[in-house]
Structures are given as structure tokens and as C-alpha cells.
């Protein structure tokens, strides 16, 4: 299909989602060698590893790198495909300003029809998201409340992570010293 800039032009829209990117929060890569990936980013370009992830979480292994306080700017997961022309992208995430976003960014999505993947809380980082698929099949990711790690270095421990397979179970089972405060009740579901 030939590009056509006056439709290009003509798809941009100018609705408003009933929230706000902040910021490209971080990205995922699938890597082929992921020991080599972790000496490049952190040797060659100063990344801080805040956690591992080991084959009992992620059988490629996963490893999470920042350059500033958050949690992870950049995440590598190993296993991808040798050496070919097309790179392997895992998924990107933005960061919204507020718990309350991520709800309503749920019920956003789901009324435009998009799929949604995931829901909830993941282990390191511990950040409240929502993922879903763009109209090419990219994963995307919108989340609230990743963890800050300071120049102390400290990393939040596996023990105090919270897995949570909904947006609900995310809230009412916090990992310490995350307020997951939601100030729209209206936007909790109810167990199906």
C-alpha cells in the first residue's frame, strides 16, 4: 500500500484518552546473548543492574537496568532468534501521573477494543499496569507506582514483591511502602 500523506494527515486525532503519558518509562528487548547485552549497556553505556530475573521466573533470563531512579529504563530478555535482519522487541511502557489513570486507561482501552494482555502488579518494580497490543500486535504498557531507587543503591527484595493478576488484587495487597491510593471508587470492578 503507497503512503499517502493527506491520510496520514487525516488520521490524526484529536481526542482525548481520560489520561496523560508522562514519559516513555522503559523499553524491553529480546537479546541473543544476553551476558554480552548486560556488559554493553552497563561497560559502554553505564546502566545499574536493580534486578535478575532467573530461569525460574524467565527461562531466558531477564535482566533490568536504569539510569536514573527508576526501577528499570531498559530490560533485556534473552533467548531471541540468532542473528537476522528484523530485531526483537519485547514491549515498551509510558508512565501515567496517578493510580486512578490506570483505571481509567482500562476501561478506556477496553471501550476502543483493544486487547488487553495483562492487568495488575508484576514482580520487580513493582509498578500497577496495564498492557495491551497496538494495531500491529506490539505489546504497550501503561503503569503507576514503579519502584525509585536511590543513590544508595538499594533494590527492593523478591520477598516483598506482589504478583497481581488484576488491577482490585494490585490495590488491596500493596508491597511495603507502595499507597496504591484510589481516589474513583467507581472504577473498581467486582469479582466475576
Given at each position: 500500500m503507497a503512503f499517502d500523506i493527506d491520510k496520514v494527515r487525516a488520521a490524526i486525532s484529536n481526542g482525548t484518552p481520560p489520561f496523560e503519558l508522562r514519559k516513555i518509562g522503559h523499553v524491553v528487548f529480546k537479546v541473543t546473548d544476553l551476558e554480552r547485552s548486560v556488559a554493553f549497556y552497563t561497560g559502554v553505556l553505564g546502566f545499574k543492574v536493580s534486578d535478575i530475573f532467573e530461569k525460574d521466573i524467565m527461562p531466558e533470563g531477564m535482566v533490568f537496568l536504569r539510569c536514573n531512579p527508576?526501577?528499570?529504563?531498559?530490560?533485556?530478555?534473552?533467548?531471541?532468534?540468532g542473528p537476522t535482519q528484523r530485531r526483537e522487541f519485547h514491549h515498551m511502557a509510558f508512565e501515567l501521573g496517578s493510580l486512578d489513570e490506570v483505571f481509567r486507561a482500562r476501561k478506556h482501552l477496553r471501550e476502543?477494543?483493544?486487547t488487553i494482555t495483562f492487568e495488575g502488579r508484576r514482580r520487580a518494580g513493582v509498578q500497577v499496569a496495564v498492557e495491551f497490543l497496538d494495531p500491529d500486535g506490539y505489546t504497550l504498557e501503561l503503569y503507576w507506582g514503579i519502584d525509585q531507587i536511590g543513590t544508595d543503591g538499594y533494590v527492593r527484595p523478591p520477598e516483598e514483591w506482589r504478583d497481581a493478576r488484576t488491577l482490585e488484587a494490585a490495590v488491596a495487597n500493596p508491597p511495603p511502602g507502595q499507597t496504591p491510593v484510589l481516589h474513583d471508587v467507581s472504577l473498581l470492578e467486582r469479582a466475576k
Open positions: 527508576d526501577h528499570h529504563g531498559i530490560a533485556l530478555v534473552g533467548g531471541a532468534a476502543a477494543g483493544a
